[in-house]
Nanobody, 129 residues
Framework: QVQLVESGGGSVQAGGSLRLSCTVSGLTYVTWSMAWFRQAPGKEREGVAVIDSDDVKGYADSVKGRFTISKENAKNTLYLEMNSLKLEDTAIYYC???????????????????????WGQGTQVAVSS
């Protein structure tokens, strides 16, 4: 059973940076995709960034150039480096995992939350002015 535990959330001023971590255990998929999603109050959950076992990465347009997803296999940890944070980045951030990769698919397709089977409990990010 896959277990995902997020950490690193907190409060930060606009323009600042945060790094989220997701500790992964039980991931036995031969090929996999892992992603960060977020959900702001009153809004639907949206995909932010995705990485797969081929190290192919994808980003939502809203975070491209500001956020970086990475995975350190030796530590079984997924990261989301967030720079130049904006007020609209305020949300609960979740990491998610699924078996398989989408070869040639767009980030938008890869960041459909209904395709992910394993989820963490979330970590809060609050950006203030």
């Amino acid at each position: 059973q896959v277990q995902l535990v997020e950490s690193g959330g907190g409060s930060v001023q606009a323009g600042g940076s945060l790094r989220l971590s997701c500790t992964v255990s039980g991931l036995t998929y031969v090929t996999w995709s892992m992603a960060w999603f977020r959900q702001a109050p009153g809004k639907e959950r949206e995909g932010v960034a995705v990485i797969d076992s081929d190290d192919v990465k994808g980003y939502a347009d809203s975070v491209k150039g500001r956020f970086t997803i990475s995975k350190e296999n030796a530590k079984n940890t997924l990261y989301l480096e967030m720079n130049s944070l904006k007020l609209e980045d305020t949300a609960i951030y979740y990491c998610a995992a699924r078996a398989g990769v989408w070869v040639g698919a767009s980030p938008r397709l890869k960041l459909r939350d209904d395709r992910y089977t394993d989820w963490g409990q979330g970590t809060q990010v609050a950006v203030s002015s």
